[in-house]
């Protein structure tokens, strides 16, 4: 009887463990659900800032606001800084660039801590209009000739959206009914092709067009350099800390044939880069753009050109300097 009792209790112990075990790699294997509730979209981006946070302390710092976000600030309570954990954002590129939003879109759902009646309050006041779906307010808030719509969705989740139609929330709606429950891991298709391709752990991370921010006049320009990728070129983006921050790029190539001719046109603009960097004059040099520069190296593997660099902390410091922007949702782009 007491060795039954024993193997009862050891069976129990080993059922939990392999529970646990399951829960972990799930977890692991499946995209954060501020991610996983985005809609379809050409790219995806995620950072998760509370590692962030406690990596460079970026929420310590004093930073002086704009009078709109300081007031969004007395009325809600929230500062991005400090009560932000994770952003995701989905992009969209539209046809006409001579609208208000330019020639992008956001999407975009906040996770962390806040007071949700203080918000939509806050909300209810600067909207000049709302929407009722799916048994949550949408509040259409007016901003630069356009509408941006913002939506809470439960008491530690907002969603925001700029894109001309309703779809892009409505959709995050949909997705967000039933996205908490167990091994539930549907989402955008850009997860589902290429989430598994991520680096574990990644810090942040990108998937599909994400270069759609830096189109100037159809092509893709950095600091005004043209860079060699098509507009609507494929990458996969990580940063994670491994000891130090290191940053991986990939542009996912039709074939080896074009990866390999990235691979060549991108070490030729890396290396006019280093001489440029590390010839100037010390007042005109940045030596955190050198420690990028230096670190990086590009190679190709398949149909795939790859960057690799080291972050240097204090230029992840002046990345994680909150825009104004986000106080009234827009973002912007």
């Keep these: 009887m007491r060795w039954s009792r024993r193997r009862s209790v050891l069976l129990g112990a080993l059922l939990l463990a392999a529970v646990v075990v399951c829960l972990f790699l799930w977890r692991q294997s499946t995209a954060p659900l501020v991610a996983r509730v985005l809609p379809e979209s050409e790219g995806i981006l995620y950072f998760n800032l509370s590692p962030l946070r406690a990596a460079t302390h970026f929420d310590r710092r004093p930073v002086e606001h704009d009078p709109g976000y300081q007031r969004f600030i007395d009325a809600t309570g929230i500062n991005f800084e400090r009560d932000l954990n994770e952003a995701a954002f989905a992009l969209d590129h539209l046809p006409d660039s001579t609208g208000p939003n330019g020639g992008l879109a956001f999407s975009e759902v906040f996770a962390g801590t806040f007071d949700a009646a203080r918000l939509s309050n806050y909300l209810s006041g600067i909207a000049t209009s709302t929407e009722s779906y799916d048994g949550k307010t949408i509040f259409n808030v007016p901003s630069e000739s356009r509408t941006v719509r913002v939506v809470v969705l439960n008491h530690s989740m907002v969603a925001i959206s700029n894109t001309p139609t309703t779809e892009q929330i409505h959709s995050i709606l949909d997705r967000a009914r ?20 991520l680096p574990v752990l990644s810090l942040a991370w990108g998937l599909g067009q994400i270069g759609l921010p830096l189109e100037d006049h159809g092509v893709l320009s950095l600091f005004g350099v043209t860079l060699p990728f098509r507009l609507d070129a494929t990458f996969i983006a990580s940063l994670r800390w491994t000891g130090a921050l290191r940053l991986r790029i990939e542009e996912v190539a039709p074939n080896a044939a074009s990866a390999r001719a990235s691979a060549k046109a991108l070490s030729g603009l890396l290396a006019v880069g280093r001489i440029a960097e590390n010839n100037l004059p010390g007042r005109l040099s940045n030596a955190d753009t050198q420690a990028l520069l230096n670190s990086a190296t590009i190679t190709q593997h398949d149909d795939r050109a790859i960057l690799a660099a080291t972050l240097p902390e204090n230029l992840l410091h002046s990345l994680m300097r909150t ?5 009234t949702g827009t973002s912007k782009p």
């Design 178 to 197: 039933g996205a908490w429950l167990p091994f539930n891991s549907a989402g955008p298709t850009l997860l589902s092709e290429h989430y598994r391709d």
């Design 323 to 327: 825009p104004d922007g986000l106080a």
